[in-house]
C-alpha cells in the first residue's frame, strides 16, 4: 500500500529521498525536521550494538526499505558491508550509480534471502506500512537471516491506525519481534512533536469541515490521513490564502517542537509519542 503512495524523488535536491519515505508532497524543511530525529535515535541504537572490531574484518548489515540509501551510506561509514534491498528499482538503480561499493537489491523483505548471515538488520518506518500478517512475515525473515547473537535495530510507528499505517504499541512490537525469536535491549521514542501533533488534528477537523461543506471531493468513508487535503482541495484563491498561513504556522512549530524535541529526545522521556526506536538481539 505505502509503495504505491511513494512520492517521486529529485535526488539533486532531496538527496536523501525524504519525500519519498517521510511524508510525501510536504515541504523539505518539514521532513527534513523528522529524519534529523530519526537519525539521532538511529545513531543512539547504533551505539548500543557491538561496533566492527578494528581488524577483525567488517560486519555485515542489511538495511531493509532502503529507499535512497541514507541509512546505508551511515552504516557504510561506521564500518559496515552494506546491502540494501528496496522494491523501488528506480531509486536502486541510482544509488548503484551513486555508491558503487555498496551491494543495492531489488526486493521485499517476505522474499528476501542471503547465502550468509546479517550481524545487524535495519529498518526504518517500513514495518508499519504491512499489515500486522505480513509484518510478522518480515520479522520473521529478519530473525532467519541473522546470525544468533545478531541485532536489529527498528524505527516504527507506535501511534496511528490508518489505511496504510498498522502501528503496534511499544509493547506490541515487542511481543511482534519477541514471537520471532528476539529480545530487546533497549528502545528510544521519538517525535513527541506537541505543537504539530496539535496541528495535525485541528487540520484533520478542518478536513472533516472542508468535506462536510462540499469543498472536499470523494467518498465520506475512511481515507488516507493527508492533514493536507483541505488547504490543496478549495478553491484556488482561498488555496493560497490557507497555505500561506499553514504554512507559517507550521514553521512556527516545527521551531518551537525542534527545542522540545531535543530535550525529550535526549532524555528519552516516558510520555506519549507517534515513534518509537527498538535495538533487539536474536537468540
Excluded at 197 to 211: E, H, I
Amino acid at each position: 500500500m505505502h509503495y504505491g503512495r511513494r512520492a517521486p524523488v529529485d535526488l539533486a535536491e532531496d538527496a536523501d529521498g525524504l519525500n519519498n519515505v517521510c511524508h510525501p508532497g510536504r515541504p523539505m524543511w518539514l521532513n527534513q525536521y523528522y529524519a534529523r530525529f530519526q537519525e539521532i535515535v538511529f545513531r543512539k541504537l547504533l551505539a548500543v550494538a557491538p561496533a566492527p572490531a578494528p581488524g577483525a574484518g567488517l560486519r555485515s548489515a542489511l538495511d531493509v526499505g532502503c529507499g535512497a540509501g541514507r541509512w546505508c551510506r551511515l552504516l557504510a561509514s561506521k564500518g559496515y558491508d552494506v546491502t540494501g534491498v528496496d522494491l523501488q528499482e528506480d531509486l536502486l538503480a541510482r544509488n548503484r550509480e551513486r555508491m558503487p561499493m555498496l551491494r543495492f537489491v531489488t526486493g521485499s523483505m517476505q522474499d528476501f534471502s542471503s547465502e550468509s548471515p546479517f550481524d545487524l538488520v535495519t529498518t526504518v518506518t517500513v514495518l508499519q506500512h504491512n499489515p500486522p500478517a505480513d509484518q510478522d512475515g518480515m520479522i520473521a525473515n529478519m530473525r532467519r537471516l541473522l546470525r544468533p547473537g545478531g541485532h536489529a535495530l527498528v524505527l516504527e510507528n507506535v501511534s496511528d491506525q490508518d489505511v496504510h499505517v498498522f502501528a503496534n504499541s511499544i509493547e506490541g512490537w515487542t511481543q511482534r519481534f519477541a514471537r520471532a525469536g528476539f529480545r530487546r535491549l533497549e528502545l528510544r521514542r521519538y517525535d513527541f512533536s506537541p505543537l504539530l501533533r496539535v496541528d495535525r488534528f485541528v487540520a484533520l477537523g478542518a478536513r472533516s469541515l472542508a468535506r462536510g461543506a462540499g469543498l472536499l471531493r470523494g467518498e465520506r468513508g475512511a481515507a488516507p490521513i493527508d492533514p493536507g487535503a483541505p488547504v490543496r482541495s478549495a478553491p484556488g484563491a482561498l488555496r493560497r490564502v490557507f497555505g500561506a498561513a499553514h504554512d507559517s504556522v507550521l514553521r512556527v512549530c516545527v521551531a518551537a517542537d525542534t527545542l522540545v524535541e531535543n530535550v525529550l529526545v535526549e532524555a528519552n522521556a516516558p510520555l506519549p509519542t507517534v515513534h518509537c526506536g527498538f535495538l533487539f538481539t536474536a537468540v
